[in-house]
């Protein structure tokens, strides 16, 4: 019950209520308060942000209640009729969908397997490699002492010349190894040093075959280990073990017992095959002595193509000194004998093809592997040398290479021996 009836009812829910009284009798609210509510002109004015925002929030909530209303109208559908909208799942559709087996690792080493075995390629590469060092053994030796063709010097500088032109061409372009530069002048003295031991070597070498049989030849040189072992100690005080000195002792022996009793030896030929000899294994020693630095390293076959032309330059004042206009009288030869020209050709292309096996045996075997092949090369070699060129023989000289080359077989062993102690 209003205590007040005659005062205006405008209140604000609370404790406030409008003071005045109203405007007739029989009415509710004063002049201020009776016209709130009612529909009143207002101004044409641009929608406000505000207005805006709320109309844009409606829609977005129009729009989330009809995507609410599909996805329920999606879900209300059975899987039966969902997979009939997919012709790919059709039950009558005839196409399949073939999802390949992931093959095992034996498939795909089977698939992807190289025509040519590994174990074909190196036994092949180990063919070659004695092929070329029996076959320049054998041309040599048919040139300087069967064909007539007495030049030793000249015919080293021509084996220099094709290792310059080869090492060329397959370093730079087949690309067989990186190519390697000469850094220094120092490092390029080493090489030019090397050389020299080098030219001196191979021409011992080739010169002992006018004198000396293949066999004879080849049984010298497996002393190359004693050499070594001498080098290395006088140069660089190196000391191996007891072991390694006694395994010596044979491979002199055996030198000794051959020389005794070989049938065509010549005290010339003996002495410049023990330099060339002798040249090989200081060869070593100072090559292992000159390039220590990683810097100063080169890989074989760069250091080939460095010292060949070196070797080349050295040897053409002394081919020209010695062995007189060998240029002019090797002309002369071929214009008579077209054949000569093929020989000499091979020959300076098989004196390449040792260096290259050498590097291709090392690279798919060791560097032991290689060791154990050369020790086998002289006996092959003076056996191949015996049925060709019919040398005699005899059972002493025989027995004195056998225990040659056993002696650098327990040199071998023993080093290698030594090699695991100090590790």
């Given at each position: 019950?209003?205590?007040?009836?005659?005062r205006?009812?405008?209140?604000?829910?609370?404790?406030?209520?409008?003071?005045?009284?109203v405007?007739?009798?029989?009415?509710?609210?004063?002049?201020?308060?009776?016209?709130?509510?009612?529909?009143r002109?207002?101004?044409?004015?641009?929608?406000?942000?505000?207005?805006?925002?709320?109309?844009?929030?409606?829609?977005?909530?129009?729009?989330?209640?009809?995507?609410?209303?599909?996805?329920a109208?999606?879900?209300?559908?059975?899987?039966?009729?969902?997979?009939?909208?997919?012709?790919?799942?059709?039950?009558?559709?005839?196409?399949?969908?073939?999802?390949?087996?992931?093959?095992?690792?034996?498939?795909?080493?089977?698939?992807?397997?190289?025509?040519?075995?590994?174990?074909?390629?190196?036994?092949?590469?180990?063919?070659?490699?004695?092929?070329?060092?029996?076959?320049?053994?054998?041309?040599?030796?048919?040139?300087?002492?069967?064909?007539?063709?007495?030049?030793?010097?000249?015919?080293?500088?021509?084996?220099?010349?094709?290792?310059?032109?080869?090492?060329?061409?397959?370093?730079?372009?087949?690309?067989?190894?990186?190519?390697?530069?000469?850094?220094?002048?120092?490092?390029?003295?080493?090489?030019?040093?090397?050389?020299?031991?080098?030219?001196?070597?191979?021409?011992?070498?080739?010169?002992?075959?006018?004198?000396?049989?293949?066999?004879?030849?080849?049984?010298?040189?497996?002393?190359?280990?004693?050499?070594?072992?001498?080098?290395?100690?006088?140069?660089?005080?190196?000391?191996?073990?007891?072991?390694?000195?006694?395994?010596?002792?044979p491979?002199?022996?055996?030198?000794?017992?051959?020389?005794?009793?070989?049938?065509l030896?010549?005290?010339?030929?003996?002495?410049?095959c023990?330099?060339?000899t002798?040249?090989?294994?200081?060869?070593?020693?100072?090559?292992?002595?000159?390039?220590?630095?990683?810097?100063?390293?080169?890989?074989?076959?760069?250091?080939?193509?460095?010292?060949?032309?070196?070797?080349a330059?050295?040897?053409?004042?002394?081919?020209?000194?010695?062995?007189?206009?060998?240029?002019?009288?090797?002309?002369?030869?071929?214009?008579?004998?077209?054949?000569?020209?093929?020989?000499l050709?091979?020959?300076?292309?098989?004196?390449?093809?040792?260096?290259?096996?050498?590097?291709l045996?090392?690279?798919?075997?060791?560097?032991?592997?290689?060791?154990?092949?050369?020790?086998?090369?002289?006996?092959?070699?003076?056996?191949?040398?015996?049925?060709?060129?019919?040398?005699?023989?005899?059972?002493?000289?025989?027995t004195?290479?056998?225990?040659?080359?056993?002696?650098?077989?327990?040199?071998?062993?023993?080093?290698?021996?030594?090699?695991?102690?100090?590790?």
């Amino acid at each position: 019950m209003d205590n007040e009836p005659g005062r205006c009812r405008r209140t604000d829910g609370k404790k406030w209520r409008c003071s005045k009284n109203v405007a007739n009798p029989g009415q509710k609210y004063c002049h201020n308060h009776m016209h709130r509510g009612r529909h009143r002109p207002r101004n044409h004015a641009p929608p406000s942000t505000t207005t805006t925002h709320h109309a844009a929030k409606k829609d977005n909530i129009d729009d989330f209640s009809d995507a609410h209303e599909h996805i329920a109208m999606v879900e209300a559908q059975s899987w039966t009729t969902r997979r009939g909208s997919n012709p790919r799942l059709e039950p009558n559709n005839d196409q399949v969908l073939d999802i390949p087996v992931t093959p095992t690792a034996e498939i795909r080493q089977q698939q992807y397997a190289p025509l040519i075995s590994p174990t074909f390629v190196t036994a092949a590469i180990i063919a070659s490699w004695y092929l070329s060092n029996i076959g320049v053994l054998l041309l040599n030796k048919y040139l300087l002492s069967f064909y007539g063709y007495r030049y030793p010097i000249f015919l080293t500088m021509l084996h220099m010349i094709s290792c310059a032109a080869y090492s060329l061409l397959a370093i730079k372009w087949l690309e067989l190894v990186p190519f390697q530069q000469i850094h220094s002048r120092k490092q390029f003295f080493k090489i030019l040093g090397l050389s020299v031991i080098f030219c001196f070597s191979v021409v011992c070498g080739n010169t002992s075959l006018r004198y000396l049989p293949v066999s004879f030849n080849q049984a010298i040189g497996a002393t190359t280990p004693f050499f070594t072992a001498i080098f290395a100690f006088v140069i660089t005080c190196k000391k191996e073990s007891a072991e390694v000195y006694l395994a010596l002792v044979p491979v002199v022996l055996g030198i000794v017992l051959a020389s005794n009793s070989e049938p065509l030896f010549h005290l010339f030929g003996f002495l410049i095959c023990v330099g060339s000899t002798a040249g090989r294994a200081l060869k070593s020693v100072v090559q292992g002595l000159l390039l220590t630095s990683e810097a100063e390293k080169l890989h074989s076959m760069n250091l080939l193509l460095y010292m060949a032309p070196m070797a080349a330059m050295i040897l053409l004042p002394f081919t020209l000194y010695i062995e007189g206009n060998v240029f002019a009288l090797t002309i002369e030869k071929a214009r008579e004998d077209g054949f000569m020209v093929f020989l000499l050709i091979a020959n300076a292309t098989i004196a390449y093809l040792v260096n290259l096996t050498n590097f291709l045996v090392t690279k798919h075997t060791s560097a032991l592997t290689l060791q154990v092949l050369g020790n086998a090369k002289a006996a092959v070699a003076a056996v191949v040398s015996v049925l060709i060129f019919r040398n005699p023989v005899t059972v002493m000289g025989m027995t004195g290479f056998g225990v040659t080359v056993m002696g650098v077989v327990l040199y071998s062993e023993a080093k290698k021996r030594s090699k695991g102690t100090t590790h």
